[in-house]
């Protein structure tokens, strides 16, 4: 079940260039989703419009299968971390979640 919530709400960088063919209302309502989570109080680590511009830009210059790390190498070594400032920390956050599958025995 945190799979299919980690899934959900990140799942969209985990192929950015796909990003391409999918709807602008459908990209935007998932940088919302993240921008919901990654949200306490007043303050916001992300933008949801700006990130899903910034994603589908991104995703011009990404070639196909790239891991979601392989993005954020890119990004630092071509010094577009600060150009894609929302892309940069939403891939950021996703590649530092810990994320485990464990199930105790029944």
Known sequence: MQLKEHSSIFGMLYDIPKLL???EEDL???CR???TVL???DNRDTDASDLGDELKALSRYISAGSTPKAVL???CTNKMTTLFQN???AL???LTLPVTVA???S
Do not use: K
């Open 21 to 23: 063919t999918i709807p």
């Open 28 to 30: 935007h309502q998932q």
């Open 33 to 35: 989703a993240l921008e």
């Open 39 to 41: 949200t306490h109080d």
């Open 73 to 75: 190498e890119y990004m």
């Open 87 to 89: 892309a940069f920390v």
């Open 92 to 94: 950021h956050i996703l």
């Open 103 to 105: 199930t105790s025995p």
